[in-house]
């Protein structure tokens, strides 16, 4: 398995994309934020990003789906992160307008 650091600068805007999705449904957000809600959100991207490493490797190695060498791309981790983030976020909106 070998990891790209040179890959596509659409990445990138993948990686924004959720970023600024978590960032703004979170200052909508604010005043309902804790301290404890945001180790919440940390413990649960941390988790949420080892069960789809998990997975990742589980189905590579089980032949599901393969990643040619040099052509796993290292932003692939952080993009994971910051979509269960804002998956947190959204989750939150909705169970606050419900």
């Known amino acids: 398995m070998a990891f790209d650091v040179q890959f596509s600068p659409i990445w990138y805007v993948l990686f924004s994309a959720f970023l600024l999705a978590w960032l703004i449904l979170a200052i909508m957000r604010r005043k309902h934020i804790k301290k404890k809600e945001a180790k919440e959100q940390f413990i649960l991207g941390l988790l949420g990003s080892c069960a789809l490493l ?27 992160f910051v979509a269960i983030l804002f998956g947190y976020q959204l989750l939150r909106l909705v169970e606050r307008l419900s």
């Open 54 to 80: 998990s997975m990742e490797i589980f189905a590579t190695s089980m032949k599901l789906w393969s990643y040619i060498p040099a052509n796993w791309p290292v932003i692939l981790w952080p993009t994971y």
